[in-house]
């Protein structure tokens, strides 16, 4: 399986990074190594001293798919989760100055928590889910699907065009703002419509 990710997906999010916003969705991919399954503490890697979470929605793809047109995007999924996008800010920004590859910045051991999925039916209007992440019980991301730029089908469409999707590859959707460090003995918290969905110590 691929971890397809988003970058730039919240207007708020791209105004905090100071980053310019895309006339496309920002692409790039984290290896099946990068999972952090939930339950598992995060282990901050010794190559960065600035590892930020982002909370994000994810999209687990349910068939192969190619080309797929935005109209039919909804058959290619039937769960919905949360997760966090970790980040060595510090390697991207770095990248990013360079004009290089992020992959050291994003796509490290544990870079990819995943929580639990629920089936999309459980979701009134999956274009209008808020969801939160806390730190040490105070929140710090709020965000809701209905402020992205492109919105899940529209995402599920484009990033087919270059990638055949599979089933099991999971799409993370981007994420809103409010993007921080993390320091050891931190817990972080994601929750889904108000539904607690992930817990994660920091180590
Ligand atoms: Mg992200």
Not at 57 to 84: C, R
Not at 95 to 105: D, Q
Not at 181 to 200: H, Q, R, Y
Request: aromatic share 12%; charged share 25%; net charge neutral.
């Amino acid at each position: 399986m691929k971890i397809i990710c988003i970058g730039r997906n919240y207007a708020k999010h791209i105004e905090e990074l100071e980053n310019e916003k895309p006339k496309n969705p920002v692409i790039f991919l984290k290896p099946d190594s990068a999972i952090l399954h939930k339950n598992q503490p995060f282990f901050i890697p010794p190559f960065s001293n600035e590892i930020h979470y982002e909370v994000e929605v994810l999209v687990k793809i349910n068939k192969v798919g190619k080309f797929i047109d935005e109209k039919f995007a909804h058959k290619y999924y039937d769960e919905i989760g949360l997760g966090i996008d970790f980040t060595a800010r510090d390697i991207q920004a770095t990248c990013k100055e360079k004009g290089l590859p992020w992959e050291k910045a994003k796509a490290f051991d544990g870079s990819a928590l995943i929580g639990n999925f629920f089936p999309k039916e459980t979701f009134k209007d999956l274009n209008n889910l808020s969801f939160t992440l806390l730190k040490n019980g105070e929140v710090v991301q709020e965000g809701n699907t209905n402020a992205m730029l492109w919105k899940i089908d529209e995402l599920i469409s484009y990033v087919s065009q270059f990638f055949t999707l599979k089933k099991g590859d999971i799409i993370f959707t981007g994420t809103p703002a409010g993007v921080g460090k993390v320091k050891e003995d931190d817990i972080l918290s994601g929750a889904i419509e108000n539904t607690p969905n992930f817990s994660v110590k920091i180590k």
